[in-house]
């Protein structure tokens, strides 16, 4: 069996891998390898964003950063990350696991919880019902938590230019921010690799790559025989 199909699952879609943390953490910088070494290995590879990744989406990320929006209610804001998701996921995250695409996605609905819910302190209930309903079951098969010092992390992400609108909060907001992600990784360890961010670009992407190698092991050992031989080349 070759390493490709060895790592389809049994349920026969393709793998949703979430990149998550801070600003400057180096989620973008680290997608593009991750996405190559991936496709070495035979897979076939979609990578996108969040909030956007499909064209409507990508107009409503264009309202949640614009710095001009000031002052948006917080709500308002919830459910424009909640409205951007549900067009991604129709568009282009389901479409590509159906078709058994590996998803490499920059951000997702751990984001909320941690943004909205730690920055912004909405109710994670709140953010819970609207997981249900704009995803139904659907959850990362494994999200990558880069993690920092928010000073660090935004050193890093001020030192490009200007600010959008939620790189202009306070060092207490990040601070917030990443208290959530950091409880998320605690109580469902299965789902999380926490990789420290604060370290050299090559042993980030090392740790990055250990965890991808670990996945794939997981994966290999959920293969069901569907040739009915039992066999395994
Ligand atoms: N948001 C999003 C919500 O509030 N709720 C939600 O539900 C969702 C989905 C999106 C914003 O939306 C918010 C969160 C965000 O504020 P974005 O521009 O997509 O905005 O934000 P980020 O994903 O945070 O983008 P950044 O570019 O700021 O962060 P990255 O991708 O983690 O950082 P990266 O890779 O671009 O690196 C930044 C700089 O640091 C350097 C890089 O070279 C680069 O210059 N760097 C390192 N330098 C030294 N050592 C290392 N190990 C380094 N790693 C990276």
Redesign the pocket.
């Known amino acids: 069996m070759s390493l490709s199909s060895a790592v389809k699952s049994k349920r026969e879609r393709g793998c949703f891998i979430t ?1 998550e ?11 593009a390898p991750l996405s190559t070494l991936l496709a070495s290995m035979g897979l076939r590879v979609v990578t996108t ?4 990744g499909s064209p409507i989406a990508e107009r409503i ?1 264009a309202l ?2 614009d710095p001009g929006n000031t002052g948006m209610d917080e709500t308002a ?1 919830l459910l424009l ?1 909640f409205a ?2 549900a067009e991604h996921l129709s568009k282009t995250i389901r479409p590509a696991l159906e078709s058994g695409a590996w998803v490499l996605c ?4 751990d ?2 919880y ?3 819910g730690g ?1 912004r302190g909405l109710d994670p209930r709140r953010i819970a019902a609207l997981e249900t309903l704009v995803q139904g079951d659907l959850r990362p098969d494994l999200t990558l938590l ?1 993690d920092l010092a928010p000073a660090l ?1 935004l050193a ?2 001020r ?2 230019g200007a600010a ?4 202009s909060e306070t060092l207490h907001f990040f601070e917030a921010v990443r208290a959530v992600y950091l409880e998320r990784a605690r109580a469902s360890p299965e789902r999380y690799y926490l990789i420290d ?5 090559s ?2 992407g090392e740790q990055v790559e250990q965890a991808l190698r670990a996945l794939i092991e997981t994966r290999r050992g959920e293969t069901v025989d569907v040739s009915g031989t039992g066999e395994e080349a």
């Open positions: 990149l943390g801070i600003e400057g953490a180096g989620k973008s910088t680290h997608i964003r969040e909030p956007g990320r949640l950063l804001e990350m951007a998701r920059d951000r997702f609905t984001a909320t941690a943004y909205q920055g880069f992390g890093r992400a030192g490009r959008d609108r939620f790189e961010a604060a370290a050299p670009l042993d980030v």
